[in-house]
């Protein structure tokens, strides 16, 4: 059974930072892409990094600089550094992996909190 597993999510004021964490079990870990999505109340799901199996990163211009993503296959841990936190990053964050061959294999974790206020 797979499953993706997030933590980290939480309040925390403007221009403060967060570390999300994401352990996946059930899976080749390293045989996935990971990322990271968000989906604040009333607006689509929205993507804001990626990590590929050979851990090339990606971020969309929204969180480009202030956002890093990072994985540990030891772990089976993928994270999400994020600093410079404002009110427009208060969303519902989930981790995605999808497998590197086969895009039909794809899984979702739960999802963590997160909540920029003062």
């Known amino acids: 059974q797979v499953q993706l597993v997030e933590s980290g999510g939480g309040l925390v004021q403007p221009g403060g930072s967060l570390r999300l964490s994401c352990v996946a079990s059930?899976?080749?870990?390293?045989?996935?892409?990971m990322r990271w999505y968000r989906q604040a109340p009333e607006k689509q799901r929205e993507l804001v990094a990626t990590?590929?199996?050979?851990?090339?990163?990606n971020y969309p211009d929204s969180v480009r600089g202030r956002f890093t993503i990072s994985r540990d296959n030891a772990k089976n841990t993928v994270f999400l550094q994020m600093n410079s936190l404002n009110s427009e990053d208060t969303a519902v964050y989930y981790c995605?992996?999808?497998?590197?061959?086969?895009?039909?294999?794809?899984?979702w974790g739960q999802g963590t909190q997160v909540t920029v206020s003062s």
């Open positions: 990590i590929t199996s050979g851990s090339n990163t």
């Open positions: 995605n992996a999808e497998h590197i061959i086969n895009r039909n294999r794809r899984y």
């Open positions: 059930g899976i080749t870990f390293n045989i996935y892409t």
